[in-house]
C-alpha cells in the first residue's frame, strides 16, 4: 500500500464520503470504502465549539462552524 496513492472524495450523487484507489483514468475506484461517518466524527471533533476562516487552493475563502444541537 502506497500513502500517496489513497484519494478521499466525496461522492456528487450520494454526498456520502469516500477514502480508496483510483483506477488509472483517475475518474473511477479500483477499491474504496464509505468512510462518511467517521469523516464526520473527525469534522465535529475539528471543528467542534469554534468558527474557522479557511481558503482553498484555488483561493475560495470558507467559514467552518460546529455547534452542538443538544444534549443528550
Excluded: H, P
Amino acid at each position: 500500500m502506497i500513502l500517496q496513492n489513497i484519494k478521499l472524495a466525496k461522492s456528487a450523487l450520494t454526498d456520502n464520503i469516500y477514502v480508496g484507489y483510483v483506477d488509472k483514468t483517475g475518474k473511477g475506484w479500483k477499491d474504496k470504502k464509505d468512510v462518511t461517518d467517521e469523516f464526520i466524527s473527525c469534522v465535529i471533533a475539528r471543528w467542534a465549539g469554534f468558527k474557522e476562516t479557511l481558503t482553498s487552493s484555488d483561493g475560495d475563502v470558507y467559514e467552518i462552524t460546529v455547534k452542538k444541537k443538544n444534549a443528550k
